[in-house]
């Protein structure tokens, strides 16, 4: 694997938590499925794992075609987006202003057990895929506090909005962690989605 900077991973998605809407919708899979939930739940989360892998942009690109007045936040792993790099050009191309991508950059398929991505033996640049494609905000990150420094900004801009985060592993303990029920997740975030349609 190549040798490039990276921040602890339960840090960078911490600061992705510290800045989520009330009203935002989360997206996640693989990797990110076990540790944001262990981190924060929060009725309108959508965490599911082994399979769909790559599913989770698609997922929060419909959902924020069906919710445009609602942020919703899409987190991948590397080795997921590789297998589904065509849904960045539908994104850019979908136009969706409240969606945010961001991917976490470790060059590890680990739920799977830990193997090299295709990305982990070349310097590939999501930040500048994603440009390409059409993102009209792109921003890529390395290290912790530039991160936390920057991350308002980055995920206020106009969107869509992409973010790389260069990550380390992440720890064992996160992946041995269960995503909770889907069925109990569908069934909290439709009746969040329908509390909040009906008081508004």
């Known amino acids: ?14 600061v992705l938590i510290d800045h989520r809407g009330e009203d935002q919708i989360v997206v996640t ?56 790099l065509g849904s960045l050009v539908t994104v850019a191309g979908s136009g969706a202003a409240n969606l945010t ?18 990305a982990g033996s070349a310097a590939v640049d999501f930040a500048g895929l994603a440009r ?14 530039a991160w936390r420094e920057q991350a308002a900004a980055a995920l206020t801009t106009p969107g869509p909005r992409f973010i790389s985060l260069t990550v380390e592993p992440m720890p064992a303990e996160y992946l041995r962690s269960a995503t909770p029920s ?6 909290e975030f439709r009746r969040a989605l329908g509390s909040e349609q009906a008081g508004g």
């Open 182 to 187: 889907l069925a109990e997740q569908l069934t």
């Open 29 to 84: 899979n693989q990797g990110a499925a076990r540790l944001w939930p262990k981190l924060r739940r929060h009725p309108l989360d959508l965490h599911y794992n082994p399979s769909t892998m790559g599913g989770a942009v698609p997922l929060a690109l419909g959902l924020a075609l069906a919710q445009p007045r609602r942020e919703v936040l899409a987190i991948s792993g590397d080795g997921a987006l590789l297998m589904s």
């Open 132 to 145: 390409s494609a059409g993102f009209r905000s792109v921003s890529r990150f390395d290290e912790l506090t």
């Open 1 to 14: 694997m190549l040798q490039r900077q990276a921040m602890p991973v339960v840090d960078a998605v911490q």
């Open 101 to 118: 991508v961001v991917v976490l950059y470790n060059g590890l398929y680990e739920v799977t057990g830990g193997q090299q991505t295709p």
